[in-house]
C-alpha cells in the first residue's frame, strides 16, 4: 500500500488552504503539507515529493485578472532557484500518474493550464475557459450535483450525488469550438453536472445552476481520470454541522468522499 502524500499550493490570495488541508486529512491522507507558490520558487518544497497536488480556492489574484490567468502564466514561466522549470515538474508530475485536483480557482488555473479536459489527450493545450456568472454577481449558495457513474476519474468512483456550497464569481464554462462541448459529454470528460433538486436532471435554471454553464457542468475530468476540476467546494463540507439544514437533521453525503476518492486510489496503487 502507498502512501498519500499531499501538496496543497496556495498564495496570491487563495484563502482556503486551511480547509482543504484538514479535509484531505480527514479524508485519509498520510502527510498533508500547505506551501505558498513561492516555495516551489525557493525549492523549498518539490512536487516529486508527493502523489497529490491540490489547487485550493479563495480569491486567486484578488479575483481581478481573470479566472486564474495570471496564475496560469506564472506556472508557465517561473523557474525555479536553481534553474528548473516548475511547468516542466508539473508535466512529470502528471506523467508519472500522479493526482492533481483543482477547487474553484483551482479548476480555473486548471483549464487555464490546458491540463482539463485535455480531450484527445491533448495535454497543456487550452481547449475551454471560465467565463462571468450569467447573472453578472458573485454567487454563495449551495448547490445540488450529479456524479457521472460513466466518468473516469478516480475522484468520483463510486458517488452519485452531492450537495456543496459554490462561492465564485466566474464559472461558467465555454468552450473553445461548438463541437467540443458535445465531444465532452461523449466522451464522459463532464463528471460532474448542476441538478435540480426536485426532478434530479442536469438544469440550467438559475439558482441550481448558479453560473449558467452549459449542459449544466460543474465539474470535468481528464481522458486518464488522475485530474479533476470542479467549482464546488468539497472541502467545506467536512462535518455535519457545515450542512445548511443540519440542525433540522439533514445530510448529505460530505464533500471528504470526494478527496477520500483519490486518496483510496493513491493507496491501492
Not at 460543474?218 to 455535519?240: K, R, S, V, W
Request: aromatic share 8%; hydrophobic share 35%; net charge neutral.
Amino acid at each position: 500500500m502507498s502512501k498519500v502524500e499531499v501538496l496543497v499550493v496556495t498564495g496570491y490570495g487563495t484563502n482556503c488552504e486551511r480547509e482543504t488541508a484538514h479535509a484531505s486529512r480527514l479524508a485519509g491522507a498520510d502527510r498533508v503539507t500547505v506551501c505558498f507558490f513561492s516555495d516551489l520558487v525557493t525549492e523549498k518544497e518539490r512536487l516529486e515529493d508527493y502523489n497529490l497536488l491540490i489547487f485550493p480556492g479563495g480569491f486567486l489574484d484578488g479575483d481581478d485578472l481573470g479566472a486564474a490567468q495570471a496564475a496560469a502564466m506564472r506556472w508557465q514561466y517561473t523557474r525555479t532557484t536553481s534553474g528548473r522549470s516548475l511547468i516542466n515538474d508539473l508535466k512529470q508530475f502528471h506523467v508519472q500518474g500522479k493526482l492533481i485536483l483543482g477547487i474553484c480557482n483551482g479548476f480555473q488555473l486548471l483549464v487555464k493550464l490546458g491540463l482539463l479536459p485535455a480531450l484527445n489527450s491533448l495535454y497543456f493545450q487550452r481547449q475551454v475557459s471560465l467565463t462571468h456568472n450569467d447573472s453578472a454577481r458573485f454567487e454563495n449558495r449551495w448547490v445540488h450535483l450529479n456524479c457521472n457513474p460513466r466518468s473516469p476519474s478516480v475522484f468520483t468512483r463510486g458517488l452519485d450525488s452531492l450537495f456543496l456550497p459554490v462561492r465564485h464569481g466566474e464559472g461558467k464554462l465555454v468552450c473553445k469550438d461548438d463541437n467540443l462541448q458535445e465531444e465532452l459529454i461523449i466522451n464522459n470528460l463532464v463528471a460532474l453536472q448542476y441538478i435540480h433538486p426536485r426532478t434530479k436532471d442536469p438544469t440550467q435554471e438559475y439558482p441550481y445552476n448558479p453560473n449558467g454553464s452549459p449542459a449544466a457542468i460543474a465539474g470535468l475530468t481528464d481522458p486518464g481520470g488522475t485530474i479533476l476540476g470542479l467549482m464546488p467546494h468539497p472541502e467545506a463540507y467536512n462535518h455535519e454541522t457545515n450542512h445548511p439544514a443540519w440542525t433540522r437533521g439533514k445530510q448529505n453525503i460530505p464533500g471528504v468522499k470526494l478527496l477520500a476518492g483519490g486518496i483510496e486510489y493513491l493507496r491501492a496503487s
